[in-house]
């Protein structure tokens, strides 16, 4: 697990591929977000915990570990019921059901990183301020 300071919303990515997780990464700093980068749910679930301000999930739905990405979206929101979601997945027809609560979103892959930002703006563009 490692991050990234920044003056922004708080990404926490969860990507168990080490490429995709490195362009998501450097895609998402250029876009001034600051980055908690997870490999498996087991690391993504310490850094729900250790950060406080993380402003969006950014998760892809088949990540080892303990629990899938959908099961770790369900355990954050249990720490932070609001925590908006980006879903991302190479099998969109493949996805269980999801408890909509209006505040997650998936992207299919393959995605240009710029659509990904692009979510990830949206999404945290309606948050209050973090502080």
Avoid: H, W
């Avoid at 895609?27 to 969006?56: C, M, Q, S």
């Avoid at 027809?93 to 949206?122: M, W």
């Amino acid at each position: 697990m490692a991050n990234d300071e920044g003056n922004t919303a708080r990404v926490l990515l969860v990507e168990d591929d080490f490429l995709i997780r490195l362009t998501l990464v450097e895609a998402l700093r250029d876009e001034g977000f600051a980055v908690v980068e997870a490999e498996t749910a087991d690391e993504a679930l310490a850094a729900v915990t250790a950060y406080e301000d993380i402003r969006v999930l950014l998760t892809d739905v088949q990540i080892p570990g303990t629990c899938n990405g959908i099961e770790l979206a369900e355990r954050a929101r249990s720490l932070r019921p609001s925590l908006p979601v980006l879903f991302m997945t190479g099998r969109p027809d493949k996805v269980p059901d999801v408890r909509r609560t209006g505040n997650e979103a998936f992207i299919a892959k393959p995605y240009l990183p710029s659509e990904v930002t692009a979510a990830v703006r949206r999404m945290t563009a309606t948050l209050p301020d973090a502080g």
